[in-house]
């Protein structure tokens, strides 16, 4: 597992990252404070707080390079 920091500050980010993730065979959670999220809901994303940036656990070792790549315009950091 890798954990990352990311930045989802608008309505438009939320949705390309999710549709980005969907292309993954993996699973992902976003973790915010005590809560933990399928990264790949909508409706659980907006239910964290978008202001600050989120940890986003990766559940997988495979094709990780290529995962990041397509994560870069939302990494922090």
Do not use: C, Q, W
């Amino acid at each position: 597992m890798k954990t990352i920091k990311i930045s989802l500050n608008s309505i438009d980010k939320v949705k390309s990252f999710v549709n980005d993730l969907t292309k993954f065979d993996y699973d992902f959670d976003l973790v915010s404070g005590r809560y933990v999220i399928d990264a790949k809901s909508i409706m659980g994303i907006f239910s964290l707080d978008l202001s600050k940036p989120i940890d986003l656990n990766i559940h997988t070792e495979e094709k990780l390079e290529e995962i990041l790549k397509v994560l870069e315009p939302y990494t922090v950091g």
